[in-house]
């Protein structure tokens, strides 16, 4: 089943970079030259997403203006024979019609912020990703769009027993390959009560059902709407899978996350590769 649509939640506070982010979107710091929230939407793009709809909250007028023609900017690009910036720039355009921007009006949770997007979504499956979690490699939506049949999917990973307390956690049934069958979904479970070591990260395809949970407004762990609740209540109505996706993610909701991601990407880069290896051999020598 082809999926056209996509859900970025972007309405968090991004306490976690204060100061950077009391002006700026949290989604808007950039990985070497890019935003965060740039590299989910290109992710998105090459899974096949048409429709891209973003829940924002105050503030966050400057993902808007990314995603928007600058005329002076391209004006003045053109003028001075700066072709590649211009390109650089016209490749974070979508097709006009295709991005569409809801307010979360307040910080209720994640199922509250997808919740928020449900007469966008219509009746038919989409993907949910997190600007926060940068996946290197093979894109991971790219990988759940190609397994997926029906029913909901979510990205999972293995993480150390003490981290299970940090996301959401599947309880896994039998396993094909990279395809988990999910049997539970707790979020954020003490290590001693967690049912497995595979946790969730920030990529989902969710069927219609899941907006009728999360129209209940069920608070859960932290006091917030859980998009993690409204996927364990459709066990046993809908699919559920796991997929262990192939990618190195990077977790930018955190500063050491945010600054191995910038190294990782930058080392991908053969333009800075070089001199960033040379710096940084330094660095541990001395």
């Known amino acids: 089943m082809k999926i056209r649509k996509a859900i970025f939640p972007v309405g968090g506070l991004g306490t976690r970079f204060l100061p950077a982010t009391k002006a700026m979107p949290k ?16 992710e998105a793009a090459a899974a096949g997403v048409e429709e891209f709809i973003f829940v924002t909250g105050r503030n966050k007028s400057a993902i808007e203006d990314h995603f928007d023609h600058s005329t002076e900017l391209e004006n003045v690009l053109q003028a001075k024979g700066k072709s590649e910036a211009l390109i650089t720039v016209q490749q974070m355009m979508r097709e006009p019609g295709s991005v569409s921007y809801v307010r979360q009006q307040e910080p209720a949770g994640l199922g509250h912020a997808v919740w928020c997007a449900r007469n966008q979504v219509g009746s038919e499956p989409v993907a949910v990703l997190l600007a926060d979690d940068l996946i290197l490699g093979t894109p991971a939506l790219q990988e759940m769009v190609d397994a997926y049949r029906d029913g909901n999917m979510v990205a999972v990973m293995e993480v150390s027993p003490e981290e299970t307390s940090s996301y959401g956690i599947i309880t896994p049934d039998h396993e094909k390959g990279p395809l988990i069958t999910v049997k539970g979904l707790i979020e954020k479970p003490a290590p001693e009560k967690a049912p497995s070591n595979l946790a969730v990260v920030g990529r989902y395809i969710i069927e219609p059902g899941v907006f009728t949970n999360l129209a209940e407004g069920h608070k859960g762990a932290g006091g917030e709407i859980q998009l993690t609740d409204a996927l364990a209540s459709r066990i046993g109505k809908a699919a559920f899978a796991g997929l262990k996706f192939s990618g190195q993610r990077y977790d930018c909701g955190s500063k050491i996350g945010f600054i191995k991601a910038n190294m990782a990407f930058a080392l991908q880069r053969p333009e800075l590769r070089a001199e960033l290896h040379k710096w940084l051999a330094e660095q541990i020598s001395s």
């Open 27 to 42: 989604e808007m710091l950039p990985v070497v030259d890019k935003p965060l929230i740039q590299y989910a939407v290109e």
